[in-house]
């Protein structure tokens, strides 16, 4: 199964914004719910944001609401994070996925495609 591509990580400082890209296979994200996961080391995978198959509808975890934001371009074959005002609590592993359509989940269990990631380290 091809895999997503995720791109856009690096080192930022505290109060940066960055924006995250993932290049999904040949419409995949038409035919998906998508969603960014992020990790850090020895904790579980944390749902962030996913955005229905038809983009009518967003979702976004309370931790992050109001900084970050899922968009997609499905002409593109991508989906994105808008990273606002990153906090060096932000620093982790950033993963997108695809998940079957139908009501968009917040368990990462429920996405089938994972990107490797990028990494995102927010210090001063």
């Known amino acids: 199964q091809a895999q997503l591509v995720e791109s856009g990580g690096g080192l930022v400082q505290p109060g940066d914004s960055l924006k995250l890209s993932c290049v999904a296979p040949?419409?995949?994200?038409?035919?998906?719910?998508m969603g960014w996961f992020r990790q850090v080391p020895g904790k579980e995978r944390e749902f962030l944001a996913a955005i229905s198959r038809s983009g009518s509808s967003t979702y976004n975890e309370d931790s992050v609401k109001g900084r970050f934001a899922i968009s997609k371009n499905d002409r593109k074959n991508s989906v994105y994070l808008q990273m606002n005002n990153l906090k060096p609590e932000d620093t982790a592993v950033y993963y997108c996925?695809?998940?079957?359509?139908?009501?968009?989940?917040?368990?990462?269990?429920?996405?089938?495609?994972w990107g490797r990631g990028t990494q995102v380290t927010v210090s001063s």
């Open positions: 996925a695809a998940a079957q359509p139908g009501t968009p989940s917040r368990v990462a269990a429920s996405y089938e495609n």
């Open positions: 040949h419409k995949t994200t038409m035919w998906y719910n």
